[in-house]
């Protein structure tokens, strides 16, 4: 198969998870006999000095006209003083506006050779660690009016949060539909003790949910979530909450797992086109410094075949690839312990690669 794929480098250590990223699709392509076409399309920090905004208008038509796009990570202290319109996020979330990508899948796995790098009590990872956060992405306050005005006599900031019921049914059936291949079940979170962009989405999704009765549903407030992650995440197989709480559980989710570095993450909407990245950030701090972790980049590649490309033995290949290789005892600065090969990041897609 011939697959065009737009790629966003961005900013930070971005350019180089996805140099290898992009390595390991190119040995996926030989072995498998595919052919993939690479369109670079800037957004960040980078676009913002080269072109004077986050995301030029000719890197969304490239990310529009593709068949899906991979990114690395954008963002960093330099752009840090930008006005909000024009920050390097405003490009990525401008982007899944435009894509109309209205589901995030955030897998937090804990891998069993890693488990020495959980930060939960060993008790509570011994019960295993394997759910999925399904979050609403184009949504809620993150695309309701934002202003900040003057009022009296001081400044006065306002952001809305809204969601339709059509915004919150379709990224439902996205949860159902994905614990039904898993442990069938599905936790949704909100707070509808006191919003009610929180009692609707209670109760869309509980309508939902009758189309899906072999899925248990069971309800739960955010705040009570946010403990019950740390206090027993074994609990958990599809959680499905909106934008913001999404965010902010997903960090948490993939923080007990030990290895943030290695979690990849989809974004789609309606047709087969996605979004694909490593849930982390852009880490200046460590850029340029071939220091990175690529694996999550990598996984999030494998994602893109198995999810947008229907290429599942393909997939199948690179995650078989990431294992052996931690088998093998190899690894990056952040996963590294105690007896390991410590590898950098071009290295490490090497390993991968070479196991393909
Ligand atoms: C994420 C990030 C983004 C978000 C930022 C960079 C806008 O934190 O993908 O989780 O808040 O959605
Ligand atoms: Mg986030």
Redesign the pocket.
């Known amino acids: 198969m011939n697959k065009n794929i737009a790629i966003i480098k961005g900013d930070g250590i971005g350019p180089e998870i996805v140099n290898e990223a992009m390595g390991v699709l190119d040995a996926v392509a030989a072995r498998f006999g595919h052919t993939f076409t690479y369109t670079d399309a800037p957004m960040g920090g980078n676009a913002i000095d080269a072109f004077g905004v986050p995301l030029p208008d000719s890197s969304l038509e490239t990310c529009l006209a593709s068949d899906s796009v991979l990114l690395g990570a954008v963002?960093g202290p330099k752009w840090d003083s930008q006005p909000s319109v024009n920050r390097p996020?405003r490009g990525?979330?401008k982007l899944r506006g435009a894509m109309k990508l209205y589901s995030n899948v955030r897998p937090a796995r804990m891998f069993s050779d890693l488990s020495a790098a959980c930060p939960l009590r060993p008790d509570i990872a011994a019960r295993g660690i394997d759910f999925v956060v399904v979050r609403e992405l184009i949504g809620g306050v993150y695309f309701g009016e934002h202003s900040t005005e003057e009022a009296d006599g001081e400044q006065k900031a306002t952001d809305i949060m809204s969601y339709t019921e059509h915004e919150i049914r379709r990224v439902a059936h996205v949860a159902f539909q994905m614990a039904q291949k898993r442990r069938k079940r599905v936790t949704s979170i909100d707070k509808a003790n006191v919003l009610d962009t929180s009692r609707l989405w209670r109760r869309v999704v509980t309508e939902v949910a009758k189309v899906y009765p072999d899925v248990e549903l069971l309800h739960m407030y955010v705040d009570n979530a946010a403990m019950q992650i740390v206090r027993d995440p074994s609990q958990f197989d599809v959680i499905v909450t909106e934008n913001l709480f999404g965010?902010i559980l997903?960090d948490e989710a993939s923080q007990i797992t030990g290895s943030i570095g290695m979690i990849p993450s989809s974004s789609m909407g309606e047709g087969t086109r996605g979004l694909y990245e490593p849930i982390h950030g852009s880490a200046p701090d460590i850029a340029g410094q071939d220091k990175a972790n690529p694996i999550g980049t990598i996984l999030a590649a494998a994602m893109m075949l198995r999810y947008s490309f229907d290429m599942a033995a393909e997939a199948d290949a690179i995650e078989a690839a990431v294992d052996e290789t931690l088998k093998a005892g190899i690894r990056c600065g952040d996963i590294w312990q105690e007896g390991c090969a410590l590898v950098g990041c071009r290295e490490m897609g090497r390993q991968i690669r070479s196991r393909i």
Do not use: I, N
Request: charged share 35%; glycine share 16%.
């Open positions: 963002g996020e990525l979330l965010d997903s």
